[in-house]
């Protein structure tokens, strides 16, 4: 669950997880937030790997959100199922926040459903995006 913000991915990431969805699908394997994602990515604004910002949370960007109601601030890298990795703070995209963050840039406020509630979180920083480093096939 989050605010309708503008939200941009790149065609290569809709692509991905868009073959991923539907690999998913024919294995009959389901996740709960897999329909989640494939809202967000359909009604994301697709952009060319080189022309999107910066500031933009991609696929395997590394990113720092805090929530909104208290000073915690927390850093992870949005990656594929296969190569998420709690210890190396690598969180699957098929994970709510995950999810939530994708396409939103630095100062977004999205809201994640917690076991207690619905909490607000602000992406504070893009530590790291792979486009903005050249880097457009990861």
């Not at 109601?69 to 709690?86: C, G, R």
Request: hydrophobic fraction near 35%.
């Amino acid at each position: 669950m989050k605010t309708q913000k503008k939200l941009s991915i790149t065609n290569f990431d809709y692509i991905r997880l868009k073959n991923m969805i539907t690999e998913y699908s024919k294995r009959n394997k389901t996740y709960a937030n897999i329909e989640d994602l494939l809202g967000e990515i359909e009604r994301a604004q697709k952009v060319d790997s080189t022309k999107i910002p910066a500031n933009v949370v991609t696929m395997n960007s590394i990113i720092e959100i805090r929530n909104v109601n208290e000073l915690d601030f927390d850093e992870f890298q949005l990656v594929f199922p296969e190569a998420a990795n709690s210890s190396e703070r690598k969180i699957s995209i098929l994970a709510p926040i995950a999810t939530a963050c994708l396409g939103y840039k630095v100062g977004d406020i999205i809201q994640w459903k917690v076991p207690h509630g619905v909490q607000q979180f602000q992406i504070t920083d893009v530590k790291y995006q792979p486009e903005a480093n050249g880097h457009y096939h990861l």
